[in-house]
T-cell receptor, first 109, second 112 residues
Framework: AQRVTQPEKLLSVFKGAPVELKCNYS??????LFWYVQYSRQRLQLLLR??SRESIKGFTADLNKGETSFHLKKPFAQEEDSAMYYC???????????FGRGTSLIVHP | DGGITQSPKYLFRKEGQNVTLSCEQNLNHDAMYWYRQDPGQGLRLIYY???????QKGDIAEGYSVSREKKESFPLTVTSAQKNPTAFYLC???????????FGPGTRLLVL
C-alpha cells in the first residue's frame, strides 16, 4: 500500500525567505502526485500537480523518483502563502488519493 | 463559486440520532468522495463512489452510510453507531482515474 509522509506539522518562516515543504512517498509504481492548499476560511483546492509541471503562485515541485520525494518550494515566501498544505499521491489506475497529514505554513511579516 | 456544494455548514447531532450531510456537484464528474478532517490527522477517506449506484468503503467507513442514486448527489449519513462524530467533513469529486479532486466547503458536525 502507498504512503505519503509530510514530516513537518508546522513550518514557520519570515516574508522573503525561501520555503520548502517536504513530501516523501512510498509506492513502487508510477504515481501521480499533487499539492493541495487550504487557505483560512477557504476550501481545499489544487495548488499544482506533477504531470502539469507548472509553477503556481511561485511554487514549484519536482518529482524525485530516486528519493521518492515531491517537495514543494518557493524562493521568496509571502504572507498570503500562510495556509495548510497537503501532499497527495494517486497510484496508477486508481481513483483514490492517499493524503499526507499536512503541513501548516506560517509566513511572518 | 459553484461546482461542488455541501450543506449545512454546521450540524448538531444529539446522542442516538442519525444525521445526513448533503453533497451536490454540477461538474459532471463520475467519482465522488467523503473525507473526515481532524486536526493532525489529515484527510481520511470514509466512502467513495466511482459511478452512479455503486460505492465502496474507505478507511474509516464504520458508523457511516452513503447512497449514490444520482450522478450529482452523494449524501453521507452519520449514524448513531459512530461514537466520535465530531469533525469537519469534506466532500470531493473528480473526473476519473488519477485526476484532480475538487472539494466542497465542508460541514462541521458537532455533538450536543
Amino acid at each position: 500500500a502507498q504512503r505519503v509522509t509530510q514530516p513537518e506539522k508546522l513550518l514557520s518562516v519570515f516574508k522573503g525567505a525561501p520555503v520548502e515543504l517536504k513530501c516523501n512517498y512510498s509506492y513502487s509504481g508510477s504515481p501521480e502526485l499533487f499539492w493541495y492548499v487550504q487557505y483560512s476560511r477557504q476550501r481545499l483546492q489544487l495548488l499544482l500537480r506533477h504531470i502539469s509541471r507548472e509553477s503556481i503562485k511561485g511554487f514549484t515541485a519536482d518529482l524525485n523518483k530516486g528519493e521518492t520525494s515531491f517537495h514543494l518550494k518557493k524562493p521568496f515566501a509571502q504572507e498570503e502563502d500562510s495556509a495548510m498544505y497537503y501532499c497527495a499521491l494517486i497510484a496508477g489506475g486508481s481513483y483514490i488519493p492517499t493524503f499526507g497529514r499536512g503541513t501548516s505554513l506560517i509566513v511572518h511579516p | 463559486d459553484g461546482g461542488i456544494t455541501q450543506s449545512p455548514k454546521y450540524l448538531f447531532r444529539k446522542e442516538g440520532q442519525n444525521v445526513t450531510l448533503s453533497c451536490e456537484q454540477n461538474l459532471n464528474h463520475d467519482a465522488m468522495y467523503w473525507y473526515r478532517q481532524d486536526p493532525g490527522q489529515g484527510l481520511r477517506l470514509i466512502y467513495y463512489s466511482q459511478i452512479v449506484n455503486d460505492f465502496q468503503k474507505g478507511d474509516i467507513a464504520e458508523g457511516y452510510s452513503v447512497s449514490r442514486e444520482k450522478k450529482e448527489s452523494f449524501p453521507l449519513t452519520v449514524t448513531s453507531a459512530q461514537k466520535n462524530p465530531t469533525a469537519f467533513y469534506l466532500c470531493a469529486s473528480s473526473k476519473g482515474q488519477q485526476e484532480t479532486q475538487y472539494f466542497g466547503p465542508g460541514t462541521r458536525l458537532l455533538v450536543l
